[in-house]
T-cell receptor
Framework: GDSVTQMEGPVTLSEEAFLTINCTYTATGYPSLFWYVQYPGEGLQLLLKATKADDKGSNKGFEATYRKETTSFHLEKGSVQVSDSAVYFCALSDRDTNAGKSTFGDGTTLTVKP | GAVVSQHPSRVICKSGTSVKIECRSLDFQATTMFWYRQFPKKSLMLMATSNEGSKATYEQGVEKDKFLINHASLTLSTLTVTSAHPEDSSFYIC?????????????FGEGSWLTVV
């Protein structure tokens, strides 16, 4: 079945540091890939997505590129802020089989210190 | 853009009572909605697939008599936690497939925090 493996956390960085959160996936079909963010005590927000190979999703300074050859979708940000402290989830949605179901990674907790 | 609304966003109920959570697609029709649950400090796990006009499909290990799902229209699915217990306290979130895009676009609600006391 489908699966998503995320870099284990927690991750603690200083403000303005570079962020990478690794994400790899396995899927039986041709999935769309997503990063979601969950701020403390809040719901899930879509951060960015990519629907086909070599697509780059970007939002709020975060980027991730759909790499089919390495089955990866790593999240990056050049300079993190304290306000980026949250839990980040990598996810896939397989369009070909089980269309619409999302499979999530375990989440990576990011803490940014001033 | 498309929005999926969940209500209530937070609810506290007494042990033994039932609580209903609504998932509504505000500007699109959703033939299929999905319900997920997030355990503390864990990821989101699919509970069931809700299909408009038919019975929900539950994932293995999810009690269908405890978590009642109804998808009565193309814009509304409800999850009812029956005879709630403290261990049912969790974050519940729904997603919906946009029928107009061939079902390839998924939108998530913001989730509902349930606390059973």
């Amino acid at each position: 079945g489908d699966s998503v493996t995320q870099m284990e956390g927690p991750v603690t960085l200083s403000e303005e540091a570079f962020l990478t959160i690794n994400c790899t996936y396995t899927a039986t079909g041709y999935p769309s890939l997503f990063w979601y963010v969950q701020y403390p005590g809040e719901g899930l927000q879509l951060l960015l997505k990519a629907t086909k190979a070599d697509d780059k999703g970007s939002n709020k300074g975060f980027e991730a590129t759909y790499r089919k050859e390495t089955t990866s979708f790593h999240l990056e940000k050049g300079s993190v802020q304290v306000s980026d402290s949250a839990v980040y989830f990598c996810a896939l949605s397989d369009r070909d089989t089980n269309a619409g179901k999302s499979t999530f990674g375990d989440g990576t907790t990011l803490t940014v210190k001033p | 853009g498309a929005v999926v609304s969940q209500h209530p966003s937070r609810v506290i109920c007494k042990s033994g009572t039932s609580v209903k959570i609504e998932c509504r697609s505000l500007d699109f029709q959703a033939t299929t909605m999905f319900w997920y649950r997030q355990f503390p400090k864990k990821s989101l796990m699919l509970m069931a697939t809700s299909n408009e006009g038919s019975k929900a499909t539950y994932e293995q290990g999810v009690e269908k008599d405890k978590f009642l799902i109804n998808h009565a229209s193309l814009t509304l699915s409800t999850l009812t936690v029956t005879s709630a217990h403290p261990e049912d306290s969790s974050f519940y979130i729904c997603s919906a497939r946009d029928r107009a895009t061939g079902g390839n676009t998924i939108y998530f609600g913001e989730g509902s925090w349930l606390t059973v006391v």
